[in-house]
């Protein structure tokens, strides 16, 4: 089993800047597939940051492109996501996941597909004012 610990959440104004972490413990050793996911106000979980370990392979949807950069200090057992410019639309709870290599085929790629992940937190909630 592997537990995730999500912290950094926070309210700020529009254009602000927050950095998330997620402390991972229990069996972590040879996870690969790690990701952020976001759930807003009424709205479904969808992926905002997908890593993939062995490659450095990182894929980010469009809507998170070029403002967030999701990494990881092995050292720590820690993911983090570092949000810039935010936005309103940015709002919401805040979720880092592991793919279990034991359960499953390694993908070969970061992935953004909520269900190629078994292991979640319990969320971290992010407001974003105008």
């Known amino acids: 089993q592997v537990q995730l610990v999500e912290s950094g959440g926070d309210s700020v104004q529009a254009g602000g800047s927050l950095r998330l972490s997620c402390v991972a413990s229990?069996?972590?050793?040879?996870?690969?597939?790690l990701g952020w996911f976001r759930q807003a106000p009424g709205q479904e979980l969808k992926g905002i940051a997908g890593l993939y370990i062995t490659t450095h392979d990182t894929h980010y949807p469009d809507s998170t492109k070029g403002r967030f950069t999701i990494s990881q200090d092995s050292a720590r057992n820690t993911l983090y996501l570092q949000m810039n410019s935010l936005t309103p639309e940015d709002t919401g709870t805040y979720y880092c996941?592991?793919?279990?290599?034991?359960?499953?085929?390694?993908?070969?790629?970061?992935?953004?597909?909520?269900?190629?992940?078994?292991?979640w937190g319990q969320g971290t909630q992010v407001i974003v004012s105008s």
């Open positions: 996941a592991a793919r279990d290599p034991r359960r499953r085929l390694d993908l070969g790629y970061a992935s953004l597909q909520r269900h190629e992940y078994d292991y």
């Open positions: 229990g069996n972590t050793d040879g996870i690969v597939g």
